[in-house]
């Protein structure tokens, strides 16, 4: 039960978001959905009257044996992150916060992860269960607590990245895992190209490791395992060690590459693609899978790239408000995706043209 705040407080504050969805339902009146504000950045403009979820916080329960924690999703990421690690355990997708107060539900909704989630997963693969308010004020749940309490669609996991437009996240139980035993990170130089080769090679070998990035030129290792297992393996690389802080620094964007003039591209690529021929400087991540790029190039020129190469992009800090974000979907998936929509929020108050027009 959550220390901070009694139980009766928190039951008004969720009687208090519904009542509110409810009214805007009736009269076809728009909500923003506001958390801590941390990632308000990503995404379209939003309008519509502010929907304060922060306060809605706590951590529900918490089972390290179980490796299952449910939490409110207004409670800060840093709360939950400093009750795992008094047990060893972690949240294995590594997410960002970019600011402080960031929470549960605004990293849910915004389906972020961070260098560890091609070795261990992303926050969707982690997502068991949720509790939401939908676009008519409904109380819904979904999952639970337990891997095999999914029956059909799983409902839960399709809450991760949809930004707020499928329903006002109220509580999330997620899977967690223990902290590695031990951690080192090795750096290499070598050019881009040659860090694509080494990444996929790494890959599909059997050294433990959690995290590949390259930068400047310079390609970074990170192994995590049993500290025997990462010793073995760094005298096999003989690569330069360095401090482990480098991968927070690019989880929360601040490394120099981030404050470089230009508008913030995130692509997602297959992780053999070569470096594609757009203008601007480049940081691979995710083993080369996750490429973020600085760039003053044409919107629709960076879009048509991503798509030409398999993937797809997306403008996560843009200069300046921008009407296409997210990748431009073909016909037959925008129409299911207003389908879905629809059937979640029928006339459209939650976070309306967060992710689409």
């Known amino acids: 039960m ?35 504000g941390s990632k308000a950045f990503l995404g379209r403009p939003l309008a519509g009257e502010a929907l304060p979820v922060a306060g809605h916080r706590g951590i529900l329960h918490y089972e390290p044996s179980e490796l299952v924690l449910t939490a409110r999703a207004g409670t800060p990421l ?14 294995a997708f590594e997410p960002p916060h970019h600011g402080p107060g960031a929470t549960l539900g605004g990293t849910v909704a915004c389906g972020l992860s961070g260098p560890r989630r091609p070795y261990s997963g992303s926050v969707r693969d982690f997502v068991l269960g949720v509790k939401i308010l939908n676009g008519k004020g409904e109380i819904l749940r979904f999952g639970g607590e337990v891997m095999k309490n999914v029956a059909g669609y799983d409902v839960s996991r399709l809450m991760a990245g949809a930004h707020g437009t499928l329903g006002v996240l109220l509580e999330i139980s997620l899977k967690v895992l223990p902290q590695p035993e031990a951690e080192t990170t090795l750096r290499l130089s070598m050019s881009a190209t040659e860090a694509i080769a080494a990444m996929n090679r790494h ?19 990170r192994l995590s395992g049993a500290a025997e297992a990462v010793a073995a393996a760094c005298r096999q690389l003989e690569g330069e060690t360095m401090d482990n802080g480098f991968w927070e620094n690019l989880r929360e964007q601040r490394l120099n590459f981030f ?20 203008p601007g400087l480049w940081l691979y991540d995710w083993g080369g899978a996750q490429r973020w790029l600085k760039t003053d190039a044409p919107h629709a020129t960076v879009f048509a790239a991503a798509a030409a190469a398999g993937g797809h992009a997306t403008l996560f800090r843009p200069q300046a408000p921008a009407d296409q974000v997210f990748q431009p979907l073909p016909e037959s998936l925008m129409a299911l995706h207003r389908r879905l929509q629809l059937a979640f929020d029928p006339v459209g108050v939650l976070n309306p043209g967060r992710i689409y027009p």
């Open 78 to 91: 840093a709360e939950i992150e400093a009750a795992l690690a008094q047990h060893g355990q972690m949240l």
């Open 259 to 278: 404050q470089s003039p230009g508008d913030l591209w995130r692509l997602s690529l297959a992780p053999a693609t070569p470096p594609l021929d757009l």
């Open 2 to 36: 959550e220390k901070n705040q009694p139980m009766s407080k928190q039951q008004d504050i969720s009687a208090e978001l519904q009542a509110a969805v409810e009214q805007a339902y009736r009269h076809h009146r728009p909500l923003a959905i506001l958390g801590s």
């Open 203 to 221: 890959a599909a070998g059997p050294l433990p490791f959690s995290a590949m990035a390259c930068d400047h030129g310079v390609l970074h290792l």
